[in-house]
């Protein structure tokens, strides 16, 4: 059964840096691109970052420029390095399978709070 658990979220000041992880099982990891979506209160869920499954990233325009996606395929997790957090960044964010077999399928999602 695939699963992803996310996991890193928490309070950051305005500024500040935050690493979200979203470890994946029960599927073939390495050929499945990836994504980071996130969902503010009150707001319908955005797309935040892709990577292939070969690393090429993508960015929406609002976090390009201060967040990094990547992956270790290795260790099965694809990761969202967050800098310069702002407090609109607040959100639940949530990372998907794109691709494959499992396409479609949703982690739990971990909070991300930024203060001002």
């Known amino acids: 059964q695939v699963q992803l658990v996310e996991s890193g979220g928490g309070l950051a000041q305005a500024g500040g840096s935050l690493r979200l992880s979203c470890a994946a099982s029960g599927m073939t990891f390495s050929v499945a691109s990836m994504a980071w979506y996130r969902q503010a209160q009150g707001n319908e869920r955005e797309w935040v970052a892709t990577i292939s499954s070969s690393g090429t990233p993508n960015y929406a325009q609002v976090v390009k420029g201060r967040f990094t996606i990547s992956r270790d395929n290795a260790k099965n997790t694809v990761y969202l390095q967050m800098n310069n957090l702002k407090p609109e960044d607040t959100a639940v964010y949530y990372c998907?399978?794109?691709?494959?077999?499992?396409?479609?399928?949703w982690g739990q999602g971990t909070l991300v709070t930024v203060s001002s």
């Open positions: 998907k399978i794109l691709s494959g077999r499992y396409i479609g399928t």
